[in-house]
């Protein structure tokens, strides 16, 4: 007899810089094991599974993940989970809610929208303190210039060099629904920048590095070390341009996650 399960929506907050990234690994500290980890100290005799929305990189934060959460037992009180959850788990990361979801309901499968940010700041050298936050970049770069090429990621393309490893069965051809470089008003610290700039790119769902790989070929373009006309040529199926800089996972956080119910 198949063993009834419940099902839950779980969202967290998470700085992603002490971890080597969601995906639990040997040895190695990542956002899945310090999960696994509480739940079986509050919950040692409850079988469980985590399932996350997507794998954030190694040093990626989050303001609004998510993962699905399957149990035997029904949780009996969720303010009580939350609260249990926050108490055990370090500072860096933060539950935020907890909803029973449907059986049929998957957290891959359901998934909306993604909205990445990119923040980073470029000249003169960064404060220590905003490390985990912004990526700061030395070089003078050619804002206007990577402006007006972060625009021509929207729209349907084939992405194909902007992942690593691409496998044979991998869709490359994605839609970017909107791409645009802003002037940093979301975060801001008083160890921040004078001045600092968010990438913002959302999407259905994205390759892995594929938004750190578009952040550095915006970051090569604000160097002169590409052109637009290369940007453009990039996005065919058969481009074979081979990008050099994968922008840093510290300066990446997922901002925003809606899922079809």
Same mark, same amino acid.
């Given at each position: 007899?198949?063993?009834?399960?419940?099902?839950?929506?779980?969202?967290?907050?998470?700085?992603?810089?002490?971890?080597?990234?969601?995906?639990?690994?040997?040895?190695?500290?990542?956002?899945?094991?310090?999960?696994?980890?509480?739940?079986?100290? $509050?919950?040692?005799? *409850?079988?469980?599974?985590? &399932?996350?929305? /997507?794998?954030? =990189?190694?040093? #990626?934060?989050?303001?609004?993940?998510?993962?699905?959460?399957?149990?035997?037992?029904?949780?009996?009180?969720?303010?009580?989970?939350?609260?249990?959850?926050?108490?055990?788990?370090?500072?860096?990361?933060?539950?935020?809610?907890?909803?029973?979801?449907?059986?049929?309901?998957?957290?891959?499968?359901?998934?909306?929208?993604?909205?990445?940010?990119?923040?980073?700041?470029?000249?003169?050298?960064?404060?220590?303190?905003?490390?985990?936050?912004?990526?700061?970049?030395?070089?003078?770069?050619? $804002?206007?210039?990577? *402006?007006?090429?972060?625009? &021509?990621?929207? /729209?349907?393309? =084939?992405?194909? #060099?902007?992942?690593?490893?691409?496998?044979?069965?991998?869709?490359?051809?994605?839609?970017?629904?909107?791409?645009?470089?802003?002037?940093?008003?979301?975060?801001?610290?008083?160890?921040?920048?004078?001045?600092?700039?968010?990438?913002?790119?959302?999407?259905?769902?994205?390759?892995?590095?594929?938004?750190?790989?578009?952040?550095?070929?915006?970051?090569?373009?604000?160097?002169?070390?590409?052109?637009?006309?290369?940007?453009?040529?990039?996005?065919?199926?058969?481009?074979?341009?081979?990008?050099?800089?994968?922008?840093?996972?510290?300066?990446?956080?997922?901002?925003?996650?809606?899922?079809?119910?």
């Amino acid at each position: 007899m198949k063993k009834q399960r419940f099902c839950y929506l779980v969202r967290l907050q998470y700085l992603g810089f002490r971890y080597n990234g969601w995906q639990e690994q040997p040895k190695l500290r990542t956002i899945t094991g310090m999960l696994n980890k509480t739940f079986k100290f $509050i919950y040692p005799d *409850k079988p469980f599974k985590i &399932l996350g929305a /997507g794998r954030t =990189d190694a040093k #990626v934060s989050s303001l609004n993940g998510a993962f699905e959460l399957f149990v035997e037992e029904e949780l009996e009180n969720l303010n009580e989970f939350v609260l249990q959850f926050n108490r055990n788990l370090p500072t860096d990361i933060k539950i935020l809610s907890i909803a029973p979801v449907d059986q049929k309901f998957n957290i891959i499968q359901n998934s909306k929208s993604k909205e990445y940010c990119y923040f980073f700041s470029f000249g003169s050298k960064n404060h220590p303190f905003s490390a985990p936050f912004v990526t700061n970049y030395m070089d003078d770069l050619d $804002i206007g210039l990577m *402006k007006e090429g972060a625009l &021509l990621f929207t /729209g349907t393309h =084939d992405f194909s #060099v902007y992942t690593a490893g691409l496998k044979e069965n991998t869709k490359s051809v994605r839609k970017i629904d909107a791409c645009s470089i802003e002037t940093n008003d979301m975060l801001t610290a008083n160890f921040f920048p004078e001045k600092s700039y968010v990438l913002k790119i959302k999407g259905a769902g994205f390759m892995r590095y594929q938004v750190r790989m578009i952040m550095g070929a915006l970051v090569q373009l604000g160097k002169n070390e590409l052109n637009l006309k290369q940007i453009k040529a990039s996005l065919l199926a058969d481009s074979d341009l081979k990008l050099k800089t994968i922008a840093p996972g510290s300066g990446l956080i997922l901002n925003e996650l809606q899922f079809n119910k």
